[in-house]
């Protein structure tokens, strides 16, 4: 079965301070995807990212960047220096047929 | 708009009453979802349709779930004689494509309904 672990429940940063989210799931399948969302206290969940297990190229998209490792089974995200906007509950997210599985989720709050 | 749309925002029913929670879905989108969301933890899968095919309701938690999908794009997710571990937020999620595209695509979410159940 697959599984996503967050293993850091909540985290709190001041502004300007980087912060990584980390990301470990389990699989038997050598063909998944990962995810992560964003979700802000207004509840819909915001797509940010979605690698395949194929594809380890780290990405970079402005403040936002992802490491994949397969060795580690591990997805990790970066917020580079972070904003008040950022806080929200992220949640690092498996996919293989039809179904997402989805971590625990990690709340950031940056303070001002 | 253009988003999926999910009403009511925020339900509360007695224990024992039935619901019903809709769906809409971005307009041509093939794949529809439901999720439950305990208060803290991710969205736990419920259900997946294929236009109006439910292929998998394997995560449906019991017999007083059951969703339906009848012309292949509202969709309704009804609890029958509600208990109170059935309250959480239930989210709907679409994706344009169906079948062997399903897995690798980002999926689009409305804001949820929380069902409170007293």
């Known amino acids: 079965a697959q599984k996503v672990t967050q293993a850091q429940t909540e985290i709190s940063v001041v502004e300007k301070e980087d912060v990584t989210l980390d990301c470990v799931y389990e699989t038997r399948d050598t063909t998944y995807y990962l995810f992560w969302y964003k979700q802000p206290p207004s509840g819909e969940l915001v797509f940010l990212i979605r690698?395949?297990?194929?594809?380890?190229q780290n990405e970079i998209s402005g403040r936002y960047s992802w490491n994949f490792q397969k060795s580690t089974s591990s997805f990790n995200f970066t917020i580079t220096a972070s904003q008040v906007v950022d806080s929200a509950v992220y949640f690092c997210a498996l996919s293989e047929d039809n179904d997402m599985r989805f971590g625990a989720g990690t709340r950031l709050t940056v303070k001002p | 708009g253009a988003g999926v749309s999910q009403s009511p925002r925020y339900k509360v029913a007695k224990r024992g009453q039935d619901v019903a929670l809709r769906c809409d879905p971005i307009?041509?989108?093939?794949?529809l979802f439901w999720y439950q969301q305990a208060l803290g933890q991710g969205p736990e899968f419920l259900t997946y349709?294929?236009?109006?095919?439910?292929?998998?309701k394997s995560g449906l938690p019991s017999d007083r779930f059951f969703a339906e999908r009848p012309e292949g794009s509202v969709s309704t997710l009804k609890i029958q004689r509600t208990q109170q571990e059935d309250s959480a937020v239930y989210l709907c999620?679409?994706?344009?494509?169906?079948?062997?595209?399903?897995?690798?695509?980002?999926?689009?979410f409305g804001d949820g309904t929380r069902l409170s159940i007293l």
């Open positions: 999620a679409s994706s344009l494509y169906g079948q062997e595209w399903v897995s690798n695509q980002p999926q689009h």
């Open positions: 690698r395949n297990s194929f594809d380890e």
């Open positions: 349709f294929q236009n109006e095919a439910q292929l998998d």
């Open positions: 307009s041509g989108h093939v794949s």
